[in-house]
């Protein structure tokens, strides 16, 4: 991340079963677009599970149902968004798609992806999180009304979607940071994706936009796809209104060591929203970073890096640079705490951007790093630092990041 069809109609146990197939016997495609021709990386290449059997002389055929399924903190898969339709081999998912409107009766389509509702997290399959409670402070909620029908009036906050996105790397032997970077869609100052329903308990969702001022007639023509990104956000696959549904890619991280899945639906920076592919959504700078495991903090860590190891095909391929020069479709980011892992989940996640000093370089100390741990150890052993040497630590930005699933 930064700085940065789904079959409907399957039962979710059959989707969490081919899940779990798809990536013990065969692993996931990412999208081609930044790898070789002829080389399209999986799941389990990029550091998503294996089929257990390696090793041994028994087929995956013998081998029990994750344990997951009897509780979920143990090894998985697991779906956490179980709003969601997770197809792993597409690496997409599929959402409710909502319609709501402005109080000039500007169209406002958008999603839920979490909430400080624990109650309803539970009944709509969305993620709880009790710490966005904490992101009510001046300028980082917009307010909405529920009306008679069931829809959401929004009072302020509006998202442009018709920049094109673009990015140019830097130098060869240093792409990141980009040389330019311009995101795809940019919400105006009061735009914020958090939403507190003033007249329905209070409670707090996150619920990004994903088209604004569109009729439903301009979005049913991506139904099957192909959709156009100057009127939706750019990580949408396909949208029907008929089908009240919307399909995006997601990327995948990890959490403690476990590979998970998640999408970016909006960054306070614009290069971090760009190579997000997300929205520029400034409003999130009102929101405190910095402090994310203290009290009334409404963020978690997150710790992505500039200067990662590069090559299509390395198996320790990590961080901002092999996106740039298209060794790698995301850049494998480190999350603190996710649902069944931690109590402390946000989908707002606080940027911690390393940098690999020349040190760890030349002792071939630099690998990927998959748990938070790990990553604060070679931090704490000067291997890690911030960028340009400065302290390590928060970057000053916000990505908005629902988690989708966990792979082990």
């Known amino acids: 991340m930064l700085f940065a069809h789904s079959g409907r109609g399957r039962s979710r146990f059959t989707i969490l079963l081919s899940t779990a197939v798809a990536l013990m016997v065969f692993g996931a495609a990412f999208p081609a677009s930044a790898q070789d021709d002829d080389a399209t990386p999986s799941v389990a290449q990029e550091g998503g599970p294996v089929g257990s059997n390696v090793g041994t002389e028994i087929g995956i055929e013998?081998?029990?149902?994750?344990?997951?399924?009897?509780?979920?903190?143990?090894?998985?898969?697991?779906?956490?968004?179980?709003?969601?339709?997770?197809?792993?081999?597409?690496?997409?998912?599929?959402?409710?798609?909502?319609?709501?409107?402005?109080?000039?009766?500007?169209?406002?389509?958008?999603?839920?992806?979490?909430?400080?509702?624990?109650?309803?997290?539970?009944?709509?399959?969305?993620?709880?999180?009790?710490?966005?409670?904490?992101?009510?402070?001046?300028?980082?909620?917009?307010?909405?009304?529920?009306?008679?029908?069931?829809?959401?009036?929004?009072?302020?906050?509006?998202?442009?979607?018709?920049?094109?996105?673009?990015?140019?790397?830097?130098?060869?032997?240093?792409?990141?940071?980009?040389?330019?970077?311009?995101?795809?869609?940019?919400?105006?100052?009061?735009?914020?994706?958090?939403?507190?329903?003033?007249?329905?308990?209070?409670?707090?969702?996150?619920?990004?936009?994903?088209?604004?001022?569109?009729?439903?007639?301009?979005?049913?023509?991506?139904?099957?796809?192909?959709?156009?990104?100057?009127?939706?956000?750019d990580r949408v696959v396909s949208i029907c209104p008929d089908d009240a549904t919307v399909t995006f890619t997601f990327v995948l991280?990890?959490?403690?060591?476990?590979?998970?899945?998640?999408?970016?639906?909006?960054?306070s920076d614009p290069i971090a929203a760009t190579l997000e592919e997300s929205t520029f959504a400034p409003a999130l700078e009102n929101i405190q970073v910095g402090f994310d495991d203290g009290a009334f903090s409404a963020v978690e860590r997150l710790f992505s890096f500039a200067n990662g190891p590069t090559g299509t095909g390395n198996p320790q391929r990590q961080g901002l640079n092999s996106v740039l020069d298209g060794s790698g479709t995301g850049p494998l980011n480190v999350f603190g705490g996710v649902p069944t892992i931690a109590l402390d989940y946000s989908p707002l996640w606080d940027m911690n951007l390393g940098e690999w000093t020349q040190e760890a370089i030349d002792d071939d100390y630099r690998s990927r790093m998959s748990d938070e741990f790990q990553v604060l150890g070679m931090a704490n052993g000067g291997y890690i630092t911030g960028p340009d040497g400065a302290d390590f630590g928060s970057s000053g930005i916000i990505i908005n990041c629902p988690i989708v699933m966990r792979l082990l």
Request: one cysteine or more; aromatic letters at 10%; glycine letters at 8%.
């Open 62 to 233: 013998y081998q029990g149902p994750p344990p997951s399924g009897f509780q979920k903190e143990l090894v998985g898969p697991v779906e956490l968004l179980r709003a969601a339709e997770v197809d792993v081999d597409a690496m997409t998912m599929t959402l409710p798609l909502y319609e709501g409107r402005m109080a000039d009766g500007t169209a406002v389509w958008y999603i839920l992806t979490d909430t400080t509702d624990e109650a309803n997290a539970n009944a709509l399959g969305l993620n709880h999180s009790a710490k966005l409670a904490y992101a009510d402070v001046p300028g980082a909620v917009r307010s909405a009304t529920l009306e008679s029908d069931l829809t959401l009036t929004f009072e302020s906050g509006t998202v442009d979607f018709s920049p094109e996105r673009a990015v140019e790397p830097g130098p060869v032997d240093a792409p990141f940071p980009p040389a330019s970077a311009q995101p795809g869609s940019v919400g105006d100052e009061d735009y914020s994706p958090l939403v507190k329903i003033e007249n329905a308990g209070g409670h707090i969702y996150n619920a990004p936009i994903i088209a604004f001022g569109a009729s439903a007639d301009d979005l049913s023509a991506f139904c099957e796809g192909d959709p156009d990104h100057a009127v939706v956000h």
């Open 253 to 267: 991280g990890f959490s403690f060591a476990r590979p998970i899945v998640y999408i970016s639906f909006e960054a």
